[in-house]
């Protein structure tokens, strides 16, 4: 892999640790060579660092492995997923679930990151449709833009809302950022 590779959501490894863009930007300066600014996040660590990765150099790939899941049950300090076709269970450390424990919902498929055998991560689909569970009544006629207010969803998490959504409604959130899409229907 090359430079021209980097892109958000790109595993690769580092020092000997494996990584995962999470934000980038190619920098063309007027004089000397041209170099992309990433910023990564250690798939073991979580901590993040600030790299700036020269044009020429050559970028290993992450030895990991995605596999599709559905989401089944929290117990203690450990989260519980299936592969749909094999039965198979996986268990995933707190830790590793990091703030996508907000999102989690019975039987949602994620993508779970595999190093070395051991779970690293949890990748969400890009929304998700829940209810909410408890938020302050709206104002009739209240229709000021860009006003909100904060509600619970059904998943514990807390995320703002326009002011003429009730309590009982159902709505998409965007798990990256978790910020409200639109209304939505009730899943069947």
Do not use: C
Request: overall charge negative.
């Amino acid at each position: 892999m090359d430079t021209s590779d980097i892109r958000k959501g790109l595993k690769l490894m580092m020092d000997g640790q494996p990584y995962i863009v999470v934000d980038f930007q190619f920098v063309k300066p007027g004089k000397g060579q041209a170099f992309t600014r990433t910023k990564m996040k250690n798939m073991l660590t979580g901590s993040t660092i600030e790299k700036n990765i020269r044009s020429s150099e050559k970028l290993e790939p992450a030895d990991v492995e995605d596999r599709s899941v559905q989401f089944i049950y929290p117990d203690g300090d450990m989260y519980y997923f299936m592969n749909s076709n094999s039965g198979e269970q996986i268990a995933v450390h707190k830790d590793a679930v990091g703030d996508a424990k907000d999102f989690l919902i019975d039987g949602i498929e994620v993508q779970v990151t595999i190093y070395k055998g051991n779970p690293v991560s949890i990748s969400l689909p890009p929304h998700i449709v829940v209810q909410v569970v408890e938020t302050e009544p709206g104002a009739k006629g209240d229709t000021a833009t860009n006003v909100s207010k904060p509600a619970k969803i059904s998943t514990g998490a807390t995320v703002p809302v326009p002011l003429f959504i009730a309590e009982g409604e159902w709505i998409k959130v965007d798990t990256r950022n978790a910020s409200y899409l639109e209304r939505a229907k009730a899943p069947s």
